[in-house]
């Protein structure tokens, strides 16, 4: 893998991009990797019903990998009952636990109500973006592991198109410190109540605004650049950082100075500016 530890998250995020393909490549053909993808690819079309997913170890690890559930493999009678519930009772299980990639797998394999058979295994495109998804999770995950700037907002990126509500960030732990930063509100503001957080990012930004990717490359760049300033992680060389320093000497309104959220009206004891 191309290490992006010791650089600025916007130069971090370019050389992801520039090699991405030739990473996505060695993530394909690394032994576990590969043997993971050939299972996936030779049983998913076999297998009937839940109770079979978690009884079939590599494929069943395959899918835990494929969105991001690495660490809670382990939890094999959670993760059935789960996929056994039935979304459309809002009591069921898969509406009442909070980690947004839980939901995201169970919809996306699509297990009838009990744990039935999903018509999407046997489909040859769902299974290749599957298989897409499973090493773009690697690489995210690797990149995040060398630089917590960029996985952020590699994290977001990947994450931008499916984004509804502002509900949709802030049960995202990794949307919610994204969005902070990039939107230059204060860590302390998680522990305001979760509906007047939402409040206060559509007071800053136009969430309808993500549908459009030129948006979402503005606003990654807006964090990278405000993120390496506040983390101290930004050097002279960084193109993010001297983007920024443009900006703010410039005169742009909208440019990528850092901010300050006025929030005691919201806060009653307030937390002091930020940073």
Known sequence: MIPLGGIGTGLAVKLFDSTREKQLDLIEHDALNARQIAAFSERIATIGSAKELIADTEVYTFVMRAFDLKDQIFGKALIRKTL??????????????????????????????????????ADAEWQQGMIERFKERILINSASEDNTGAGLALEFRSKAAGIETWMD??????????????????????????DRQAALFAQKFDIEKLKDPAEVDRLVARFSAIYDAIE????????????????????????????????????????????
Do not use: C, H
């Open 84 to 121: 056994e519930s039935d979304i459309a009772d809002r009591g069921a299980l898969v509406n009442r636990l909070t980690d947004p990639r839980i939901r995201a797998m169970y919809e996306a394999l699509g297990f009838v109500p009990d744990g039935g058979p999903s018509a999407n295994f």
């Open 169 to 194: 960030v802030l049960k995202d732990e990794d949307l919610g410190k994204f969005m902070r930063r990039a939107l230059g509100l204060p860590d302390e503001m998680v522990k305001v109540d979760i």
């Open 232 to 275: 101290g992680t930004a050097v002279q060389s960084n193109a993010a950082v001297l983007l920024m320093e443009g900006a703010v000497s410039a005169g742009q309104g909208g440019g990528f100075s850092v901010i300050t959220a006025d929030i005691p009206s919201i806060i009653q004891n307030g937390y002091g500016r930020y940073r």
